[in-house]
Every structure is written in C-alpha cells, then in structure tokens.
C-alpha cells in the first residue's frame, strides 16, 4: 500500500532539508503506515527525525519537526487522523451513511470500515420493508384522530384516507406518530392505511385497512320544532314561556329541559369533549321528571358544560328559589348553538 496516500506526507517531509552550518542532515525516514490518534505526534516526530540526525546537526531536523508537529495538529482539529484512509477506502460508505461510518472508522482507526458499519450503510440505504399498524383515537363530525407505529429505516409517513365506497385515497404526511385527519364529511364511512417512507422509496402498507366513520352532523337547538323526546308544540309552549308571554303552569314541559341537556352531550361528543361534574352532577342526574323542581344546582351544572363551548355571560343561580328568567335558558341554547355551526 502506497504509505504516502494513506498519512499524506506534507512536502517538506518528503525531501532532506539543509542546515546552513553542517549541511544536510540526511534523509527522514518515512512516517509509520497506521496514523492513528492513539500515537502521539511526537512519537510520529521521533521516527522522522531519528539517526542520522545528530545533537549538533538537529537545527534543521528539528524544524522539520516542528512543522511536522503542527500540520499533526492541524489535521487532528480537523478530524482528518484516520478519515482520510477510511474515507479513501470505503469506497462511498461515508458519503452514503454521512457521520455513521465516519464515526465508527475513527473510533477505530480502521484501513475501511468494518463490516458492521457496512451492514449499517447497507441497512440504512434502503427503502422500510415492513409495515406497521394503525389505530384510531377519536372521531368528531368532520375529523379523524390516528396514532401510528413507527417502521424502520422511516423518515416520515404517508397515511391515506379514502371513502370506503371509493379507490382514490387522499396523503396526509406526518413525522409524528399521531394525526388528526380533518375536512371530512359528517357520519360518513372511511378506510384508513399508511405507509413509511425514505429518500430510497415507499414501504408496504398494512395488509387490511382500518375502517373508520365520522360522527354525524348536529342539528342546532330549534324552538319551533321538536329536538327530541319533546314535540314541536311542547318545545315552542316552553319558548313562549321563556318570552313571558303565557303563564308556566304545565306549558313548560320537563322534556324541553331534557332535551337541551341531551343536545349538550350529543355536542361535547362529536367535539371529543367529555361532560364535567364541576357542579357534582352527571348528565343524567341533570335530566328531570314531570313534577321535578328545576333546582339552582341542575342549571348550574348545565350552564358549566354549555360555557366549554363559549362564554354564556350569565352568571350561576345562587339558590333554588332564586328565580330564572327567559334569558337564563335562552342564552345557554344561543352559545350552544353558535358552537354547533362552527363544527
């Protein structure tokens, strides 16, 4: 092996120099053929300027030397040690693996980069060979929320989001292992798969896709028609009470109420929120009977979970006999709907 390539002998090594006052001071011999951090610069420096360099003729030797020892640093700084021979024998591996090979050949001062080095380069040159899975974590009327599993030999992932009765599927690019897949289309059915990529080329995908479907769309709160378990007529009486126009009496049916509450459930579902019982009660708790008292801590517990949607501007009932006007009712059923059509 040519010794010269290998350390990259500067000039000034390569031919004696003179000394001005005994002459030449002979021939250096060549550096060691493995350059290796662990010896020193100079030991390198002793093995060049030994015999036949003698205490009164070492002036220029040790000049030499000097200047040897600096471009030994130099290169040191550099990283250049052992680099210049793995780069030269690698035959493409570092530029291929970037600082994976590099690192390894100057750890250990190879001639070329051992062979698990290689199976590295090798192994990180190619496009994932296997496919992962994918599961979904939640659904609101107009998204998807996925967590995936990573793939090897993936820099970043391709999911695909198709309708089930259809072939053509939308890419959605993530590095992350979580997404949220938004813009779809309410209580509609959708296949779901992806795949890990690299700049050497697409995996597979998952052999079955994951069915999902989004949750259907919400109609707004409606006093002039029914919005559940109470009838048109019953909901519009209830509104009229609210407006003071006739007396309550049995014009405000406990359906109306019950229903509002239901609409506040079916609402926090499709956002992916969940009820609060900050007020002590569950939804169904809040849900009254004919002949129930619609007590100050029911309202409150309602009003708190409406208010997640929006500020309602009306503060809590402080006691059971406190009374509630039209607008305390009205105001909850106008937040909520304004939530309902930014969905």
């Known amino acids: 092996m040519d010794v010269d390539k290998i350390i990259q002998i500067p000039a000034f ?40 360099c003698t205490p009164t003729t070492q002036g220029s030797c040790t000049s030499a030397c000097e200047r040897f020892v600096q471009y030994c ?15 030269s024998s690698a035959q493409g591996c570092v530029s291929a693996c970037e600082k994976n090979c590099q690192t390894t050949c100057e750890s250990s001062c190879q001639t070329g980069c051992q062979a698990s080095c290689q199976d590295a380069c090798e192994t990180s040159s190619q496009a994932p060979t296997t496919y992962g899975s994918l599961t979904v974590t939640g659904r609101t009327s107009t998204s998807i929320s996925v967590r995936i599993t990573s793939i090897p030999n993936a820099t970043y992932y391709v999911i695909f989001c198709r309708l089930a009765s259809e072939t053509t599927a939308a890419e959605y690019t993530t590095t992350g292992l979580t997404y949220t897949i938004t813009g ?12 890990g990529r690299s700049p050497y080329g697409l995996g597979p995908g998952m052999p079955s896709p994951v069915a999902a479907r989004t949750l259907p769309a919400i109609e707004p709160w409606h006093w002039t028609s029914s919005n559940g378990s109470a009838s048109a007529e019953q909901t519009g009486n ?22 509002l509450v239901d609409k506040v459930v079916e609402v926090q579902n499709a956002a992916g929120k969940s009820w609060t019982t900050t ?9 009254v009977s004919a002949g129930d008292t619609l007590s100050a801590r029911i309202y409150n517990s309602v009003k708190k979970n409406i208010e997640a949607f929006g500020e309602t501007g009306i503060s809590d009932v402080s006691r059971d006999n406190e009374e509630l006007t039209g607008n305390h009712i009205i105001q909850l059923t106008g937040v909520l709907n304004s939530y309902i059509n930014s969905m």
């Open 13 to 52: 090594l390569a031919e004696p120099e003179a000394d001005s006052s005994n002459g030449a001071c002979g021939e250096y011999e060549a550096a060691p053929a493995a350059v290796c951090p662990s010896q020193t610069c100079s030991n390198i420096c002793l093995t060049v300027t030994q015999s036949p």
């Open 73 to 87: 640093k130099d290169c040191e700084s550099t990283a250049q040690g052992c680099t210049t021979t793995c780069e």
């Open 184 to 195: 779809l289309t309410p209580g509609t059915d959708y296949m779901l798969n992806y795949v």
């Open 238 to 259: 209830a509104y009229r009470v609210l407006l003071g126009e006739i007396p309550v009496d049995s014009n405000f049916s406990h359906l109306v109420w019950n229903d």
């Open 279 to 287: 007020g002590g009660l569950t939804a169904a708790q809040c849900r």
